[in-house]
């Protein structure tokens, strides 16, 4: 069965600071995919990234960056310089093979105070 | 914005009733998906139509069904309407699950069950 844990449930930062949200997962998959998604107040989940189990490349974009660990089944997410507007509550996801359903974790709700 | 819209966006019903939630697809997109979020959780996989037929259902009773139509748009049908079942349900569409595509959400409808 496959499972994500995020053990962050909340975290509350300063604008400027660094902040690292966790993802732990579990598949017996050799193939999969994994996301992050935002979901601010009004419900939406926002695509944020994808990687695929084949490319641990880690990647940049502006001030996020990931960093995936196949070797401790993790896949980090790093908010650089965060601003008010990163508040939300963000979402780690597994992609199985099959390419239907997507396991989602129970989310990190990210306060950025001014 | 995805392109993904849900309608409606807010629904009150009572206990024993039927509902009927509608996604559009993203132009070019032959697969949907549908999850329930109760609050505070992360998004559960309902079930995923693939050109008009389910693909992959999650643990959710007979009682959630659904349609997609050939211009695969999509319906969610909920029977015998049970507290618990008031949740965001949100709808997603990908280009084709065979291969893998990311799933992008519409804003959700939110549903109230009294």
């Known amino acids: 069965a496959q499972k994500v844990t995020q053990a962050q449930t909340e975290i509350s930062v300063v604008e400027k600071e660094d902040v690292t949200l966790d993802c732990v997962y579990e598949?017996?998959?050799?193939?999969?995919?994994l996301f992050w998604y935002k979901q601010p107040p009004s419900g939406e989940l926002v695509f944020l990234i994808r990687r695929n189990s084949f490319d641990e490349q880690n990647e940049i974009s502006g001030r996020y960056s990931w960093n995936f660990q196949k070797s401790t089944s993790s896949f980090n997410f790093t908010i650089t310089a965060s601003q008010v507007v990163d508040s939300a509550v963000y979402f780690c996801a597994l992609g199985e093979t099959s390419g239907s359903r997507l396991t989602f974790g129970e989310g990190t709700q990210l306060t950025v105070n001014p | 914005e995805t392109g993904v819209t849900q309608s409606p966006t807010h629904l009150i019903k009572t206990r024993g009733q039927q509902v009927t939630l509608r996604c559009s697809s993203q132009s070019g997109h032959n697969t949907v998906s549908w999850y329930q979020q109760a609050l505070g959780q992360g998004p559960q996989f309902i079930f995923q139509y693939y050109r008009e037929e389910e693909n992959g259902r999650g643990n959710f009773p007979p009682r959630f069904s659904g349609l997609q139509f050939p211009n695969y748009s999509s319906e969610l049908n909920v029977n015998a309407l049970e507290l618990d079942d008031s949740a965001l349900y949100l709808c997603?569409?990908?280009?084709?699950?065979?291969?893998?595509?990311?799933?992008?959400f519409g804003p959700g409808t939110r549903l109230l069950v009294l």
């Open positions: 997603a569409s990908s280009a084709d699950r065979a291969r893998q595509e990311t799933q992008y």
């Open positions: 598949t017996r998959d050799t193939t999969y995919y």
